[in-house]
Structure formats: C-alpha cells, structure tokens
C-alpha cells in the first residue's frame, strides 16, 4: 500500500521504511523516540546494579595471593539478594564486560554456592 499511488492511507505513507542487516540503525528505536530514552534509562540502570554488585563482591570478599578478590556464589548470594533478586543476571552482565570471572555458564543457589567468582 505504501507504493500504491491510488492508495489514501496516509497512516501507511508516513511509516518508515524497514532497515534491512548492515543498517546503523537496524534494530535500534527511532532516534528521540520515548523507546530509546526507556533503553538509555534501562542500560544506566543495569550498569549502576553491576557497579554495585562489584561493591558488595569487593567488601564481602578475601583478596587471594594474585592481590584479586575472590568470593563463593553461596556467600555473595547471601549478601547480595537482599539487595536485589537479580543476582545471577547481573553477575552474568558484569562477566560479559570482564569486571568478574567464575567457571560454569549459570550459577544455580545451592547446586554453584562454592564456586569462586573473582573480581577482575
């Protein structure tokens, strides 16, 4: 309807053209749009949770012999989850961005409370 030249729907002529892969904007909300202010306001957020996950892993953690600091998934679940019920999620999002290492591909409360998570 959009080529139509007979077709009256403005509604239809006013939308956007669809970005096709190899676009800088495919995939991405229309700039100043609501929805990419809601996706700055997201990844802020996200980011101060990591700081703060860093924070606690720093302060309940012990510095090992290679000067980093290490701490179990049981222990920093502990602490952390009455902070925030995202534990997990935002443990994964801190090792995405090399702030902290730990074995495995998702830690699990009570099956992963003794694996060492280091902070990077």
């Not at 957020?45 to 000067?67: A, P």
């Amino acid at each position: 309807q959009r080529k139509n030249p007979f077709s009256n729907n403005n509604r239809l002529a006013s939308k956007p053209v669809h970005t096709h892969r190899g676009d800088p904007t495919y995939g991405r909300p229309p700039e100043g749009s609501q929805t990419e202010q809601r996706g700055k306001d997201a990844h802020s957020h996200v980011g101060k949770e990591v700081e703060e996950l860093c924070l606690i892993i720093r302060s309940t953690g012990e510095v090992g012999e290679d000067g980093r600091v290490s701490v179990t998934f049981g222990q920093l679940f502990e602490t952390y989850v009455t902070i925030s019920n995202k534990v997990v999620g935002i443990l994964l999002r801190a090792r995405k961005h090399g702030l902290v290492h730990f074995e495995g591909e998702m830690l699990w409360q009570g099956k992963d409370d003794d694996v060492i998570i280091t902070l990077l």
